[in-house]
């Protein structure tokens, strides 16, 4: 296997009930390294590009509102197949169906109505990661 790099969103919902250490813990702990950390609240044209590929869908317009709602903290990480190591970590999209042990399935509520927030982003495929580390962290 070979080392990998993946984008981690810790979205403005836990930044807010102060869960960022608990996340970071969860991926340090598997033995990925932080490779670049920034708190920031990204703008309209960040998120539209990268979340293009939901552009169109009922709960896009929503999730935008959503990620802009306070600071995210973005992070690279890296390590052996990190992509699909820290999906697994964060488990499924919707928190309720999600496995426990996972930052979804232990962290994550009902969504309710507030059906886009589910704690953490991370890219799904190594063109992916490309794509938004590259939108996020233009200088590394
Ligand atoms: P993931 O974040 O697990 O990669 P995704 O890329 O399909 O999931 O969707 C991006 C985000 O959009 C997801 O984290 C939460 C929101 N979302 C996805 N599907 C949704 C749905 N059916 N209703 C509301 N929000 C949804
Ligand atoms: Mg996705």
Do not use: C
Request: no cysteine; net charge negative.
């Amino acid at each position: 296997a070979q080392t990998e790099r993946t984008l981690v969103l810790v979205k403005p919902d836990a930044v807010e009930r102060g869960l960022t250490g608990e996340i970071l813990r969860r991926v340090e702990a598997k033995g990925y390294r932080l490779v670049a950390a920034e708190l920031r609240t990204a703008d309209d044209a960040l998120l539209a590009a990268h979340y293009a590929e939901h552009e169109g869908k009922p709960f896009y317009a929503p999730l935008v509102d959503f990620m802009r709602s306070g600071p995210v903290l973005a992070v690279v990480a890296e390590g052996q197949r990190v992509i699909e190591g820290f999906r697994a970590l964060a488990g499924t999209t919707d928190p309720t169906g999600a496995a426990p042990g996972t930052i979804r399935g232990d962290l994550g509520r009902d969504w309710g109505l507030a059906v886009q927030q589910n704690l953490v982003h991370g890219s799904d495929s190594p063109e992916s990661a490309a794509r938004e580390i590259g939108l996020w962290f233009p200088g590394l």
